[in-house]
Nanobody, 116 residues
């Protein structure tokens, strides 16, 4: 299973980005998907998740600004990030958990840098 994350970059505070994570080697529709982030010196934290049944959850710090979605036909999960803040600066990782096998997979991460 491979997860390829993309879409990171350098943006000014208040700007937007859309992260994408394309999956291969798995039956995408039976995976719960998530986006995590890790800032320098911090632990990796869950930002948003979307189940195989399209139920979404968000960290309190991103509610109202981040939107997770998935397109099973494209085997891709997205994270729309609006109203970016400097504290959103981190490497963002996508994660997949297969509901049948319970296996967990990680993408390579994409860097988001927000300037003030």
């Amino acid at each position: 299973v491979q997860l390829q994350a993309s879409g990171g970059g350098l943006v000014q505070a208040g700007g937007s980005l859309r992260l994408s994570c394309a999956a291969s080697g798995t039956v995408f529709s039976i995976n719960d998907m998530g986006w995590y982030r890790q800032a320098p010196g911090n632990k990796r934290e869950l930002v948003a998740s979307i189940t195989a049944g399209f139920t979404t959850t968000y960290a309190d710090s991103v509610k109202g600004r981040f939107t997770i979605s998935r397109d099973n036909a494209k085997r891709t999960v997205y994270l729309q990030i609006n109203s970016l803040k400097p504290e959103d600066t981190a490497v963002y990782y996508c994660n997949a958990q297969n509901r049948v096998s319970k296996s967990i997979y990680w993408g390579q991460g994409t860097l988001v840098t927000v300037s003030s």
